[in-house]
């Protein structure tokens, strides 16, 4: 099952997710750690003659390690830990598992060790290339995806390219409501442009350039 996407475009929200994102893990994440060893610690003390004591006890547990795991969903959706790593590792990770879920080939190509970008521009480049494979996964019938990152002096581009159906003129505005808008909306919010253009062949790319002050690439 593809994954559903990035969250709408709310460019004010990306701090705030990573706020949230992290105060869940705190909070949460230990009282669910908390109430799991204390369960733990109750149930050895259980009288052995009882077993339906000791089945509601494997029932809680088990119910408390779906909820964390549905917490580190939620925490995932809210800021992908893997964006810790940096944009090229989050990137490769990102193809890599979307071509695990669409099954055709993905390939990712960097000639760039590691922008030097903020947090922000860093999180909203993740997000429209997640938007992009999203709308491939759901419209294109591609069975190739390629995504490069490539850096210059001070610009970064990067392209998102696959080689299905292709999106016409007459199309654009009716796939609007299928994440274009949201990615050129993220775009302009880091001061770079977004353009959607048809690829050599057939098939569609969506490239993103960035323009990097003072020089770019670490």
Known sequence: ML??????????NEPERTRIAREI????????????MALALLTRRL???NPILSEKAAYVDALVD????AMHRIIDDLRPGVLDLGLVAALEWQVREF???LGVPCEFLADVREPALDPDQVIGLFRIVQEALTNIGKHAGASRVQV?????AN?????VADNGRGIGP????RLASHGIRGMRERAHALGATLALTQAPGGGTVVAISLPLPGGGAA
């Open 47 to 49: 009288p052995p003659e």
């Open 25 to 36: 893990h705190d909070d949460l994440g230990g009282n669910l750690a908390a109430i799991k």
């Open 155 to 159: 610009n970064l581009r990067l392209e």
């Open 148 to 152: 490069r990152l490539a850096a210059s």
């Open 66 to 69: 779906r909820t964390i795991d």
């Open 170 to 173: 007459s199309e654009r505005a």
């Open 99 to 101: 071509g695990k879920q």
């Open 3 to 12: 994954q559903s996407g990035p969250p709408p475009f709310e460019p004010v």
